[in-house]
């Protein structure tokens, strides 16, 4: 026991004499004020509970533009604008309707669907058709035309539950709702199931983003909730006959104008030198209020920026947050951006996105040179002390992409991910379901780290 209260002592011997540093102590200053903070929260639950359903085009999405507007107006920034672009305008419609009943028995069941977004509408009388249930694209084309046409196509190939890291589970079934649709219609397919792209076992329909080819007819799309999904597998095992019924009303308008929203701190010796940070603001309408995805990442960016001038810190450099629009559609608003970064010759020494959710954060992934991820690196012990301890080599984020394609370096914050494909694009993705705690401590790691580039360059 003795031994033990020894090692303790020496442990906080060593913290403390760690925490003497400046540097040190001006995180812990930093990150005292975000956990002590519940503005971005409240400022939060505000985006959520008054413009829910914000995809682009849509008036909750101009809404939510006008919100984050108005909240850095009240924080006296030195600049802020709106960035003004062109956005596709998507229509969901009524709720959507599905089910099927057996030829055998007679039964009926309904299931949880949800149309992906830019999918055509069914029309007025939905589609009913024998369904045909594939994994892949590889057994889609070898049942070949004679066995698709006129038929649903099932996509049921589950996220990979085995991968640790659930991104990469994510992304290795994300091929059938992207393109599912165009592979099933150039066999003659009427419309086209997806499984959820989610690890979760529930209920909810988790929607997303799919594209068609303009040479190839457009069929219906839709998602499937992951239980309804198995539900609907074992039912075509007993019965191959089984017709399945879809009703959607979605349909595509002409493109509207939106905007990203853009405030900052000027910097005192190197103005032209800027940092930036964000999240995008436009959200799914299936439900679910945006909170994970994308409004935390959103008030973090502002929370940022609140936290600089609380605290007094000053920074060399410009501090700009930008709150990006379009970015489940199009990826619009991070293009207007790099585009008119590019056209201004404006100077980035760095961009940092937050768009994985408001979960505890673990660390920064660097999309950079060799020579910038070493230096990097160099920030790791710092963050030690706050849970932060994975940082490497790896991908920024969808909106800063364009910026990364303009040469400047792109860092994403990387968050613990087990939890979050159960509320990205689902009706559970509300307010209700975010931390204040571990919110709180994305905003001072994303403080942080700007803190510590600012005063050493990158």
Not at 48 to 68: D, F, H, M
Not at 210 to 235: F, G, N, R
Not at 272 to 283: F, N, S
Not at 346 to 362: Q, T
């Amino acid at each position: 026991m003795r031994r033990l209260f020894t090692g303790f002592i020496f442990i906080v011997f060593c913290f403390q004499a760690f925490s003497q540093d400046p540097d040190s102590l001006q995180i812990k200053k930093i990150f005292d004020e975000a956990l002590t903070s519940k503005v971005a929260y409240e400022n939060l639950k505000y985006l959520c509970k008054n413009t829910a359903g914000r995809i682009c085009g849509t008036s909750q999405s101009l809404a939510a533009v006008e919100y984050a507007k108005k909240i850095m107006q009240a924080m006296g920034l030195d600049t802020l604008y709106l960035q003004e672009m062109m956005v596709p305008h998507w229509i969901r419609g009524e709720k959507e309707t599905g089910g099927c009943t057996s030829m055998l028995t007679g039964a009926k069941y309904i299931f949880n669907i949800c149309a992906l977004g830019y999918s055509v509408g069914t029309g007025k009388n939905g589609i009913t058709a024998e369904v045909i249930e594939v994994k892949n694209f590889d057994e889609l084309k070898n049942l070949g035309e004679k066995k698709v046409k006129g038929k649903i196509v099932f996509f049921n190939r589950a996220a990979d539950q085995t991968q640790i890291n659930t991104f990469r589970a994510y992304g290795g079934a994300a091929d059938q709702r992207m393109w599912g649709a165009i592979e099933a219609a150039k066999l003659g397919a009427v419309a086209v199931v997806i499984r959820s792209l989610t690890l979760a076992d529930d209920e909810n329909p988790h929607t997303g983003v799919m594209h068609y080819k303009d040479s190839i007819v457009k069929i219906p799309a839709v998602a499937i909730a992951t239980k309804h999904a198995d539900q609907l597998s074992d039912l075509l095992r007993k019965d191959a006959s089984l017709k399945f019924y879809i009703k959607t009303t979605c349909s595509q308008l002409d493109d509207v104008k939106s905007y990203n929203v853009i405030g900052e701190i000027r910097g005192s010796e190197k103005q032209d030198e800027i940092i930036t940070v964000g999240g995008h603001l436009d959200a799914w309408d299936n439900g679910g209020e945006g909170a994970h995805d994308d409004g935390c990442g959103c008030m973090q960016a502002v929370d940022v920026l609140r936290i600089f001038k609380a605290t007094g810190t000053k920074p060399k450099r410009t501090i700009r947050a930008v709150l990006f629009m379009d970015e489940e559609m199009a990826q619009r608003g991070g293009k207007k951006y790099a585009e008119a970064a590019k056209e201004k010759n404006e100077k980035h020494i760095i961009a940092i996105e937050s768009d994985v959710g408001c979960l505890s954060p673990h660390g920064f992934s660097i999309d950079a040179a060799p020579e910038l991820v070493d230096k990097f690196l160099q920030f790791t012990k710092i963050f030690e002390p706050y849970g932060l301890y994975e940082f490497f080599k790896g991908y920024g984020g969808v909106d800063i992409y364009p910026l990364k394609q303009n040469g400047v370096p792109v860092v994403g914050l990387v968050v613990e991910n087990q939890r979050y494909f159960d509320y990205h694009h689902s009706p559970s993705d509300v307010f209700e379901n975010v931390n204040r705690r571990e919110m709180q401590m994305g905003s001072g790691a994303l403080a942080g780290l700007i803190y510590l580039i600012d005063k050493y360059g990158f």
